[in-house]
């Protein structure tokens, strides 16, 4: 859980009538993360109870969730194997699956097919959410290692399509989590752009035009990569 003040008043020494904050909750699962919530929204009502405020929580994740990644084994197998013709290891497999995460919408496309969200690492000692890690992103070191990322997931989908048997057995592990796919489609998109069951054109409709626009556009511009 982490989160920033948006709004804390306008003087020190004036007691704000009105503060507003944003916050990000992470779980392992959909259903611990609902858990969470509850636990989150318990706090933010105590304060506002222990305060004499009022209090308004929303949770806009309702509107596009971000589902956990079920990572696709027999796909990530054969990965780990392109790689390792390329030079490349991994930790053990225990020791991967014990490293904490990040959130990503890879994780809503992976309950509806097999899939795999391969990382790589580049020269830089800080996180992917600063600066120096945003500069050392365009150094030939970082185009290398995401070049030969991406020669890997090729040999890996070619692969897969040329080896029928293979295809079946990832296929197979996938329908054996029991995913009900269009229940999953109805939660991940179903309170986007209106009510119901959303369609692409809705979807869109509503990161381009719709509700979604403004946070679209709050986001900072994106750099020209040639500049």
Known sequence: VHGIILKGGLKPNI????????????????????????????????AALQTGCT??????????????????????????EH??????????????????????????????????QPMFKIPT???????????????????DAALQTAEAMAATAVELLGDSEL????????????????????QMLGGVGGEGVATIDRVMGYWLEGEGKDLVNSYAPWQDPTA
């Not at 916050?23 to 259903?31: E, F, G, L, Q």
């Not at 969470?36 to 009502?45: P, Y």
């Open 15 to 46: 007691i704000p009538d009105f503060t507003a904050t944003e916050w990000y909750a992470r779980a392992p699962s959909a259903t611990e993360l609902e858990e969470l919530k509850k636990k989150l929204n318990g706090c933010f009502e105590g």
């Open 55 to 80: 209090c308004d929580i929303e949770w806009n994740h309702q509107a596009h969730p971000f589902f956990n990644l079920q990572t696709n084994s027999i796909m990530a197998e054969r990965y780990r």
């Open 83 to 116: 790689m390792a013709a390329r030079g490349v290891t991994f930790r053990p497999k225990a020791v991967e699956q014990s490293l904490t995460g990040g959130s990503t919408d890879m994780g809503n496309v992976s309950w509806v097919v097999p899939s795999i």
């Open 125 to 143: 000692p800080v996180g992917n959410h600063h600066p120096d890690f945003t500069a050392t992103t365009g150094t030939p070191e970082s185009h």
């Open 167 to 186: 295809l079946a057995a990832a296929i197979a592990e996938f329908e054996s989590m029991g995913i009900d796919i269009d229940q999953a489609k109805a």
